[in-house]
């Protein structure tokens, strides 16, 4: 899979012939509403398959004060994205200038880089002050001959899907409600945080990622040499673990219950 920088991109479109289909998001967590937009992007035949993304999440630029921390962070996602046959990963540096440019540009701009295709989730929005939603998305697109698919809303167990619901499961330990929408194991990247060997702990270096505020949970901890089941337990940013004498830092730790 090709990854590439959201400029970089559209610099080069004009230098090549190939016509994509885009889907478009945030995809943290992946869970299973972003599964029904990349099902919806795999299944196209006659264009080459891309996802359009963020290396930061927005809501971590423009309301830093009431964001709890990314479920996946960006290699999961893109180790994910590969594994399920994308050809092409386009990343956006999200910043307030980004946010300033207002929807019809950035839809226009998928247009010149022959986007002839773009698929988005029922509640998608763009542009200054999230102006453009996904029915006013698809009006421009369709003005300018580009097709437009928009995924519904997925159901869980009587509630609507969503990355935010997810985020406060984790963060209150409701991983039963937390895997139920995300549709996989939830699975805590850790490579970035501090490990003692001494003490057998990990402790987060900042609030980057979403995790239980506290409590014990079965698990599974894995590097690239080892894979142990366990017992963790969580306290404000602190993960240790009750058996193993691990010889190297986790890489996962996946939370069973």
């Known amino acids: 899979m090709i990854v590439i920088d959201w400029n970089e991109f559209t610099a080069q479109s004009k230098h090549h012939d190939e016509q994509y289909a885009a889907a478009i998001g945030v995809f943290d967590g992946i869970h299973i509403g972003h599964q029904a937009l990349i099902k919806a992007l ?33 290699d999961q996602k893109l180790t994910y994205f590969e594994n399920h046959g994308i050809d092409s990963t386009v990343i956006i540096d999200f910043s307030e200038n980004f946010s300033t440019i207002p929807g019809e540009v950035f839809v226009r701009t998928l247009v010149t880089a022959r986007i002839t295709k773009i698929i988005i989730g029922w509640d998608f929005s763009c542009g200054y002050n999230l102006d453009t939603p996904s029915r006013e998305v698809a009006r421009l697109a369709r003005e300018l001959t580009v097709d437009v698919e928009i995924i519904p809303p997925v159901i869980s167990n009587g509630e609507v899907v969503s990355s935010t619901k997810i985020r406060k499961a984790i963060r209150e330990g409701n991983i039963q409600y937390a895997v139920a929408m995300l549709g996989h194991p939830y699975a805590l990247d850790v490579r970035m945080f501090n490990f003692s060997y001494e003490h057998q702990r990990l402790t987060a270096l900042s609030n980057t990622i979403v995790m239980p505020e506290q409590g014990t949970f079965n698990a599974v901890l894995t590097s690239t040499a080892y894979r142990y089941a366990d017992v963790c337990t969580f306290e404000h940013g602190t993960i240790t673990w009750r058996s193993a ?4 830092q986790p890489r996962f730790i996946e939370l069973i219950s």
């Open 42 to 74: 795999v299944q196209e035949t006659a264009r080459k398959k891309m996802i359009i993304t963020f290396r930061e999440n927005p809501k971590k630029i423009l309301r830093p004060e009431s964001f709890s921390g990314d479920i996946t962070t960006l």
């Open 245 to 248: 004498v691990l010889p190297e």
